[in-house]
């Protein structure tokens, strides 16, 4: 299973931008698909997360992040959406996909995509 995130770049203080991870491999389940970011020297931290279930799908946020950013998934074409609005100086990081994937010949993994850099200017 691979991910691929897209998406980053440049933007002023108050835009928006799109993130998108496309996952791909053959005959794979995805459990989880979320969003972290990290800055330079710091953890990586928690942006947004679906959890897959026999009840439906359930979404967490960072608290703080919750009134700005969005996380949405396409489950047909296996991708997963990070919408970032009112984007503040702070929000500067790199940005990774991750999924929790069963396999039959794995079980279940966790992958990470390649990171990809938001910097917002002031």
């Known amino acids: 299973v691979q991910l691929q995130a897209s998406g980053g770049g440049l933007v002023q203080a108050g835009g928006s931008l799109r993130l998108t991870c496309a996952a791909s491999g053959d005959n794979f389940i995805i459990n989880t698909y979320g969003w972290y970011r990290q800055a330079p020297g710091k953890q990586r931290e928690l942006v947004a997360l679906?959890?897959?279930?026999?009840?439906?799908?359930?979404?967490k946020y960072a608290d703080y992040l919750k009134d700005r950013f969005t996380i949405f998934e396409d489950t047909a074409e296996n991708t997963v959406n990070l919408q970032m609005n009112s984007l503040r100086p702070e929000d500067t990081m790199t940005y990774f996909c991750k999924a929790n994937v069963w396999t039959a010949s794995s079980g279940s993994n966790d992958y990470w995509g390649q990171g990809t850099q938001v910097t917002v200017s002031s």
């Open positions: 679906i959890t897959h279930s026999a009840n439906g799908a359930r979404i």
